[in-house]
């Protein structure tokens, strides 16, 4: 009797055991899963964010580059005046091309211009462009005309009186600011980066302020509507990424943790498991067996009684004889 009640509590104690041990297990898988989860999604999205800046980065063009025109020219020592043409020499930067192969650009020459007599005098007047690459070549030339607009004396008179205070206290100046379209459609040519810019007036007497040079990009198709529509196209482009990226992941998951692998592991465990108990019980009557014969004693009274009856019929048998 106690060691059947010993028997069945070890029972009892051994699958309180299993079962603790189950669910250990399994909060600790759940765990397992639960953060590659969620460390996966926040990858996942970060890479996505990732790529479409880097994409933005790479796919986008400057869309300005402005720098002043610094025109240079040489003076006449036999009268006063200007000997040969005002010109000047643009550096593009050389570390990256300034240009993006396939992207139109506009090249626009900004002039400030006195309006003097001596410039009403000029008349028209011709200003030109010239690219050349680094070594020099020539690439692209073009040329536009200009002319300071005409004003009649009593306009100039009346704008004058008018924007007096503004002359005298330097906010305002009496010039004329000029804007000439270079180039319309330019491409640049893959074989033939350019690297210089070269820009001549073609004229002695012309009187000039300032002059600015600008390349404009001219956005067209995708590259238009990511500029003007950022938010928009970030979305679109974020989420795109978005759903390749979880395609990948869930199918990457569905090979690790999926259902087919889970009853694999739980068939594999549970015969596993399954055997482990049937040696357990074979043990356990391997060793009641054993018990059984270790306890067994022979009663002395029955040993002695059949003792006797075998004394008894031999005593028999030999009378009969």
């Known amino acids: 009797m106690f060691g059947f009640l010993t028997r069945y509590i070890d029972r009892k104690v051994q699958r309180v055991k299993k079962s603790i041990m189950s669910v250990g297990l399994w909060a600790t898988l759940a765990a397992y899963r639960g953060s590659v989860f969620w460390m996966s999604v926040v990858t996942v999205v970060w890479a996505?964010?990732?790529?479409?800046?880097?994409?933005?980065?790479?796919?986008?063009?400057?869309l300005a580059y402005t720098r002043p025109v610094h025109m240079q020219y040489k003076p006449c020592y036999s009268n006063k005046g200007v000997c040969d043409y005002p010109s000047a020499h643009i550096k593009l930067p050389t570390k990256s091309s300034m240009m993006m192969i396939g992207q139109k650009y506009r090249i626009i020459i900004n002039l400030d211009l006195p309006e003097s007599p001596v410039n009403e005098q000029v008349g028209m007047f011709m200003v030109?462009?010239?690219?050349?690459?680094?070594?020099?070549?020539?690439?692209?030339?073009?040329?536009?005309?200009?002319?300071?607009?005409?004003?009649?004396?009593?306009?100039?008179?009346?704008?004058?009186?008018?924007?007096?205070?503004?002359?005298?206290?330097?906010?305002?100046?009496?010039?004329?600011?000029?804007?000439?379209?270079?180039?319309?459609?330019?491409?640049?040519?893959?074989?033939?980066?350019?690297?210089?810019?070269?820009?001549?007036?073609?004229?002695?007497?012309?009187?000039i302020y300032a002059a600015r040079m600008t390349i404009l990009a001219r956005l067209s198709g995708l590259r238009y509507l990511m500029y003007h529509w950022p938010v928009f196209s970030a979305l679109v482009g974020i989420g795109t990424n978005l759903l390749f990226a979880f395609a990948v992941f869930a199918m990457s998951w569905r090979h690790l943790f999926g259902s087919e692998v889970i009853d694999n592991k739980h068939n594999s465990e549970s015969s596993s498991s399954h055997g482990?108990?049937?040696?357990?019980?074979?043990?356990?009557?391997?060793?009641?067996?054993?018990?059984?014969?270790?306890?067994?004693?022979?009663?002395?009274?029955?040993?002695?009684?059949?003792?006797?009856?075998?004394?008894?019929?031999?005593?028999?048998?030999?009378?009969?004889?």
Not at 48 to 62: E, G, H, K, N, V
Not at 147 to 152: A, D, E, P
Not at 173 to 182: D, N, P, R
């Open 48 to 62: 996505s964010i990732f790529l479409y800046a880097a994409f933005y980065t790479a796919y986008m063009p400057s």
């Open 128 to 207: 030109c462009a010239r690219l050349a690459d680094r070594h020099g070549q020539l690439v692209s030339s073009s040329c536009r005309s200009a002319r300071i607009r005409y004003i009649s004396d009593i306009l100039r008179n009346l704008r004058t009186v008018v924007k007096s205070p503004l002359y005298l206290s330097g906010l305002a100046e009496e010039k004329q600011s000029m804007v000439l379209e270079m180039y319309t459609d330019f491409e640049e040519d893959r074989l033939h980066p350019i690297t210089d810019i070269h820009f001549e007036v073609l004229d002695h007497d012309v009187q």
């Open 276 to 321: 482990s108990l049937i040696k357990l019980d074979s043990s356990e009557d391997s060793s009641e067996s054993s018990s059984d014969s270790a306890d067994y004693v022979p009663d002395e009274s029955n040993v002695f009684k059949v003792k006797r009856s075998t004394y008894a019929a031999a005593d028999l048998m030999i009378a009969e004889q």
